[in-house]
């Protein structure tokens, strides 16, 4: 699905392409292998969760994807960009075109409103004769996500789920071909945790992004087009299915 927008992946390659990707860290005389030889591809628009269990490798491998972390070896092409060994002015410039990211503990900047979190990103990386139309954007997602009321609330103002709603409508604000979650929801209570995945799923669709997740949580996983499963650094599994729906008008 392209929806002709500039940074979007085109059809002839993948949204991501990870060949050999491997992470190792020395401790002491000790070589800890976190992933060993991850290899595969991610079409434009589809949305794979990568679940495992705890220290599966799945959160270092996301964090590579984001380009958030150098493998020892291998590599991550991103709209045919391999970022893996990149400088990092140049990775950054990378990010910010192709990358939305969603944490867990949402990372919203404490002395900022919601507006101005939502808007940080068109800030950092939209030329300057655009930074008047990043206001509308960015209400208009707070909007999206139900928070049309809560523009000028600071995060400490809000309730948990209300803050990832933040972080989601920021993952979304400058229309990033690929966007990233590390357990978006594992922070929140079942039902504002279900609340925030389909507003993910319905964003998701809406702009037509690539949507990779992570996650423990098989109930998160089973919205998922394809779930990879990561054991002991490597990808056992991988399964294609047909995933649930978001619900729609769900804010």
């Known amino acids: ?13 993948p949204a991501i392409r990870v060949e050999g990707l491997t992470k190792s860290l020395r401790t002491g005389t000790r070589l800890l292998e976190i992933l060993r030889g991850v290899s595969f591809d991610v079409a434009q628009g589809e ?17 590579l994807l984001a ?78 996500v139900g928070l049309q009321d809560r523009v000028d609330h600071y995060p400490v103002q809000l309730s948990g789920g209300e803050q990832q709603r933040v972080a989601l409508a920021r993952a979304f604000m400058l229309r990033p071909p690929i966007v990233l979650a590390d357990e978006p929801t594992g922070n929140l209570d079942t039902r504002n945790g279900e609340q925030v995945m389909q507003l993910l799923l319905r964003l998701n669709q ?21 779930v990879l499963t990561v054991r002991d650094g490597q990808v056992v599994s991988d399964e294609r299915r047909a995933a649930a729906s978001a619900a729609s008008g769900l804010v």
């Open 47 to 63: 949305f794979v969760a990568i679940v495992g269990s705890s220290g599966s490798g799945k959160s270092t491998l996301l964090g």
């Open 206 to 226: 809406q702009e037509g992004t690539t949507l990779v997740l992570v996650t423990h949580d098989p109930a998160v996983a089973a919205h998922a087009g394809r």
């Open 67 to 144: 380009g958030l972390d150098t493998p020892t070896a291998g590599s991550v092409t991103l709209d045919g960009t391999n970022i893996s060994y990149l400088p990092e002015d140049r990775l950054a410039m990378v990010r910010g075109r192709l990358i939305g990211f969603v944490f867990q503990s949402y990372q919203l900047i404490p002395t900022l409103t919601a507006l101005e979190n939502v808007l940080l990103p068109h800030e950092l990386n939209a030329p300057a004769a655009e930074q008047k139309a990043g206001a509308g954007r960015a209400r208009e997602l707070l909007g999206e």
């Open 1 to 13: 699905m392209s929806n002709g927008r500039e940074g979007s992946v085109p059809q002839s390659q």
